[in-house]
């Protein structure tokens, strides 16, 4: 439970992060059957699929370092079920980009780190 409150935690600061910066959230936590995305928005040159990982220190790795290849090719099959069932009409020329954020969790303070464009994805 404590892991998925520190992830709630981080998903909510990233969401509010990514308004601040002019994004329109899409969707939260979309599922497609096991795949799922964090946050979705809809900002001045594009979709963003972004997927959050919050970590609290100790720490082996920079949470954005979880981000792997495996990792990846679910984030676009994701993507893909987004689009495939969206509802809401995007423009024909709109690009996409798959970002992570990395929270970090210490007492009270929350450091982001925002990588946009984290991966191009490959089609699989």
């Known amino acids: 439970m ?13 969401s ?10 899409l969707a939260r936590n979309y599922r497609a059957g096991h795949l799922e995305l964090d946050i979705v928005t809809l900002a001045q040159d594009g979709v963003h699929f972004v997927e959050v990982k919050t970590r609290r220190p100790p720490m082996q790795l920079d949470p954005q370092e979880c981000v792997t290849l495996p990792k990846q090719k679910k984030l676009v099959k994701a993507a893909l079920a987004f689009l495939a069932r969206s509802r809401s009409p995007l423009p024909a020329d709109v690009e996409y980009h798959f970002d992570v954020a990395a929270v970090v969790i ?4 929350r450091v982001i780190s925002y990588f946009p464009d984290a991966f191009i994805p490959i089609y699989y």
């Not at 998925?4 to 600061?13: F, L, R, S």
């Open 2 to 14: 404590e892991r998925k409150k520190v992830g709630d935690e981080g998903e909510e600061a990233v």
């Open 106 to 109: 210490e007492n009270d303070n």
């Open 16 to 25: 509010r992060y990514l308004e601040a910066g002019g994004h329109r959230i």
